[in-house]
C-alpha cells in the first residue's frame, strides 16, 4: 500500500556533503513523523534524526551541527543533507515514516535503505 523510496547514496571523502532523498508513495492519508535511520556494519540501527509533520527535529549527538532534516508535505517527501561527512557516518541509511492510510490506520513503513560510504 505504501512505499519508500531513497535516492542519494553514494561515494564521498571525508569532509564531504551528500543529500539524501525519500519520496513516500501510495495509498496515503497523512504523513506523521518522518525520519532517517543508519546501519553500520555489526553494529545495531540507530536513529540519526526525525521530523514532525509540524517541523520539530531531533538528531542524534554525532551529527548534531552536520546534518539537517528537511521535509515536504506536499511532496511526501524527506530529506537528509549530510556536510563535513566522516568514515564513521559509513552506513546503510534508511528512510522511516510513521502514515497513516486512513483516519484511525497508522503504520511504520521502511525503505530499502541506500548506501554512504565516506572514505578517501
Known amino acids: 500500500q505504501v512505499q519508500l523510496m531513497e535516492s542519494g547514496g553514494g561515494l564521498v571523502q571525508p569532509g564531504g556533503s551528500l543529500r539524501l532523498s525519500c519520496v513516500a508513495s501510495?495509498?496515503?492519508?497523512?504523513?506523521?513523523?518522518m525520519a532517517w535511520y543508519r546501519q553500520a556494519p555489526g553494529k545495531e540501527r540507530e536513529l540519526v534524526a526525525v521530523?514532525?509533520?509540524?517541523?520539530?527535529?531531533a538528531y542524534t549527538d554525532s551529527v548534531k551541527g552536520r546534518f539537517t532534516i528537511s521535509r515536504d508535505n506536499a511532496k511526501n517527501a524527506v530529506y537528509l543533507q549530510m556536510d563535513s561527512l566522516k568514515p564513521e557516518d559509513t552506513a546503510v541509511y534508511y528512510c522511516n515514516g510513521n502514515i497513516a492510510v486512513a483516519p484511525l490506520r497508522r503504520d511504520v513503513y521502511w525503505g530499502q535503505g541506500t548506501q554512504v560510504t565516506v572514505s578517501s
Open positions: 501510495g495509498r496515503i492519508f497523512t504523513i506523521h513523523d
Open positions: 521530523m514532525t509533520r509540524i517541523g520539530s527535529t
